[in-house]
Every structure is written in structure tokens, then in C-alpha cells.
């Protein structure tokens, strides 16, 4: 059981580059969200789904799209890479009736340069 | 809307002394909070939650956050500090209860400190 796993662990974009952040869980969690880190900063909800096929804006959405064709992946597509979108992005998800425990990946850290 | 206010952004303790992590919160309606932790270099774990039950929470490795609505307080303790303690301390809240999407609102964390 390797719960919330995410690829790469570091990557360094020039801007105006695309590049998708993988997020996979083998819980079988229905719920499942994308955060980004600033320094300094508590956690953004950037999107989320509730099941595949289905996903919702959060907080943060601009810049970033995502999909969710199966329950296990979640991938967040960046079209074309901002200096503002360097960050931290963690992957998590979550029973439907237990949102408030969501269970984290170890992180994607972006340079956007 | 809800937020939470880590009123330090770190804390440095002893190793053996006791640990107190402070967090006041807003919300409109009856509020779920929670703290995270979370290591160098890992993801965020869940640490306890209070969800209207007992205003008394306890956490896993000897972690307990008390509730104090008149104070609008949610409060981390550890009676005595151990150097794996020693990470970001994240104090959060949400409105209960949770909704298909009722956000969590994260604080900016505190990190703690552990000197031997």
C-alpha cells in the first residue's frame, strides 16, 4: 500500500513551458485535491474531485487544469508556466465521509525560471 | 468565511519541556478544527480533530489541542517535547460539517524546534 505517491519530486521550467504533475492513490478514495505551497504560506486548494469525471475550482485555480478519468490519478496540467507558479504542490485525497483526514503525498517542487 | 491565525511562526523548546503551539480561529457557523504536521521533506499528516464532540482532543504521539469557543482558540500541547517532534505544525479550520465542498482553510504553520 503505497497511499498517495506524485511524479516528479523536482522539476525546473522556463516559462511558457507545460508540464503535467502526476498524482496517484491506491486507497481507493473517491475525493481527491491538488494544494500548492507558497514559503511562509499555509496550503491553497487549487482543484478537487469528488469522483472521476467529476472536478471543481478551488481557491486557486488560474493557470492549472486537471482531469480525473479513474480513481486513482489526479494529474494537475500546467499550460504555460508563470514565475508566480513556483510552489510546492501536494497531492491528497480523502473518503467522502472522512474529508477532514486526507492523506498527502510527499510534493512536486516546481521552479518556474 | 473561516480563517486561523498561528500567532507564532516558530517556536524553539528543550527536548523534555513542554510544547505549546497556539491557533486562534473565525468561522461563521460551528467550526471543525484540526491540526497537521508535517515532516521535512514529507507530506502533511493528520494530527487530531475536534468536530463538536469532546472540547478535549487527543492526538497521536501524545499530541492534545483543547477547544475553547469563548476564547476562539484551538490551542497545540505536548507535556514534554521529543526531537522527532521537531517539524510544521499546521492549525486548520473548516465549517462542520464537512460538505461535499466545504474547504479546509490552512493556516500559515509554526515551526517547532527541538534542541537537545
Known amino acids: 500500500n503505497a497511499g498517495v505517491t506524485q511524479t516528479p519530486k523536482f522539476r525546473i521550467l522556463k516559462i511558457g513551458q507545460s508540464m503535467t504533475l502526476q498524482c496517484t492513490q491506491d486507497m481507493n478514495h473517491n475525493y481527491m485535491y491538488w494544494y500548492r505551497q507558497d514559503p511562509g504560506m499555509g496550503l491553497k486548494l487549487i482543484y478537487y474531485s469528488v469522483g472521476a469525471g467529476i472536478t471543481d475550482k478551488g481557491e486557486v485555480p488560474n493557470g492549472y487544469n486537471v482531469s480525473r478519468s479513474t480513481t486513482e490519478d489526479f494529474p494537475l496540467r500546467l499550460e504555460l508556466a508563470a514565475p508566480s507558479q513556483t510552489s510546492v504542490y501536494f497531492c491528497?485525497?480523502?473518503?467522502?465521509?472522512?474529508?477532514?483526514?486526507?492523506?498527502f503525498g510527499p510534493g512536486t517542487r516546481l521552479l518556474v525560471l | 468565511a473561516q480563517s486561523v491565525t498561528q500567532l507564532d511562526s516558530h517556536v524553539s523548546v528543550s527536548e523534555g519541556t513542554p510544547v505549546l503551539l497556539r491557533c486562534n480561529y473565525s468561522?461563521?457557523?460551528?467550526?471543525?478544527l484540526f491540526w497537521y504536521v508535517q515532516h521535512p521533506n514529507k507530506g502533511l499528516q493528520l494530527l487530531l480533530k475536534y468536530t463538536s464532540a469532546a472540547t478535549l482532543v487527543k492526538g497521536i504521539n501524545g499530541f492534545e489541542a483543547e477547544f475553547k469557543k469563548s476564547e476562539t482558540s484551538f490551542h497545540l500541547t505536548k507535556p514534554s517535547a521529543h526531537m522527532s517532534d521537531a517539524a510544521e505544525y499546521f492549525c486548520?479550520?473548516?465549517?462542520?460539517?464537512?460538505?461535499?465542498?466545504?474547504?479546509?482553510?490552512f493556516g500559515k504553520g509554526t515551526r517547532l524546534s527541538v534542541i537537545a
Open positions: 468561522s461563521s457557523y460551528s467550526p471543525s
Open positions: 491528497a485525497s480523502s473518503w467522502p465521509s472522512l474529508r477532514e483526514t486526507q492523506y
Open positions: 486548520v479550520v473548516s465549517d462542520y460539517p464537512l460538505g461535499g465542498n466545504t474547504p479546509l482553510v
